[in-house]
């Protein structure tokens, strides 16, 4: 058994923090079995990323994932799995953070001002 799994998100998806590509995020749930699974395929790649393994599938619902944009801001977000595939990347989580961070940061400029 491995560590993780790394899931590739789609050029599309990006960092709420600064708009770099998420690029490779992480998660221990699963299998963990050091598969590299890119968005929108049924099945990995092997850790090499040489082959694609038949025969294996994410369960429907939502993984976990997190790790670093290509800029190093850490974040989460959410796999959604629908019919054994990853479809979909949701950082409405991460989203909201950086919303109350900016509003916090605006708002303490203007008590500052």
């Known amino acids: 058994m491995g560590i993780y799994d790394y899931y590739v998100c789609?050029?599309?998806s990006v960092c709420p923090w600064c708009g770099a590509a998420l690029g490779t995020?992480?998660?221990k749930e699963g299998?963990?079995?050091m598969v590299?699974?890119?968005q929108g395929q049924r099945n990995p790649l092997t850790y090499e990323r040489d082959q694609r393994i038949?025969?294996?599938e994410l369960d429907e619902g939502v993984v976990s994932i997190e790790g670093a944009c290509e800029r190093g801001?850490?974040?989460r977000a959410k796999a959604i799995v629908r019919d054994g595939i990853w479809s979909e990347t949701d950082l409405?989580?991460?989203q909201a953070i950086v919303e109350e961070r900016?509003?916090?940061d605006r708002l303490r400029r203007l008590r500052e001002a």
Do not use: I
Request: aromatic residues 8%; hydrophobic residues 35%.
């Open 54 to 56: 038949d025969n294996c």
């Open 10 to 12: 789609e050029p599309s």
């Open 31 to 33: 299998d963990c079995a």
């Open 25 to 27: 995020l992480h998660s």
């Open 102 to 104: 900016n509003e916090r």
């Open 92 to 94: 409405a989580e991460m």
């Open 36 to 38: 590299v699974w890119e």
């Open 73 to 75: 801001h850490w974040l």
